[in-house]
């Protein structure tokens, strides 16, 4: 029972009762209080007093979990994996520039991407983990992103291996040095 609704019976109980004493004390009420109100006095206090809901039996709840089982039906088997979507989008290039925490990518077609590189982003360099300090400007790279509230938020960066490099450069190595 709602406490409003417990309030109004006590409201009406008490008015009731002190209805009933003011007409004994102006003379109308003529004595003892007839069947009728004190029917209707007892109704309203046990209204009040008396709890609405029942209290389940322990026994009835035990016996009903012994019935009945939970039975969990197992769904088709999964492939594993981190359970999150598919990423929104992918993109390839050379990255431009490296910020705290973000990416400048130049894509095939010349345009420039601005991702934000978060804590959940994988950064890989020929599988291995890296920081995003070890990304450098003119590395190869491939990104899966989502879309986010201000751009891309780059999932997971991998920086692709490099052609032979020419005589005169330096490329990345293919095997993590230790």
Excluded: H
Aim: charged fraction near 25%; aromatic fraction near 2%.
């Amino acid at each position: 029972m709602s406490g409003a609704r417990k309030w109004t019976f006590l409201a009406i109980g008490v008015s009731a009762l002190g209805l009933g004493l003011s007409c004994r004390q102006d003379g109308m009420g003529g004595g003892e209080p007839s069947a009728s109100e004190r029917e209707g006095r007892s109704e309203v206090l046990r209204g009040l007093m008396a709890p609405k809901e029942q209290v389940p039996d322990p026994e009835a709840l035990t016996k009903e979990s012994e019935r009945a089982p939970s039975v969990v039906t197992p769904g088709p088997p999964g492939q594993g994996g981190s359970g999150l979507p598919e990423p929104t989008g992918r993109v390839q290039g050379r990255v431009s520039w490296v910020g705290d925490n973000e990416l400048l990518i130049r894509d095939a077609a010349g345009q420039e991407r601005d991702l934000e590189v978060n804590t959940g982003t994988r950064l890989l360099v020929n599988g291995a983990p890296v920081n995003l300090r070890e990304v450098e400007e003119g590395d190869e790279v491939r990104v899966s992103y989502d879309e986010g509230p201000g751009g891309w938020v780059a999932r997971q960066v991998e920086v692709l291996p490099t052609a032979e490099p020419d005589a005169g450069e330096q490329g990345r190595p293919s095997t993590p040095l230790r």
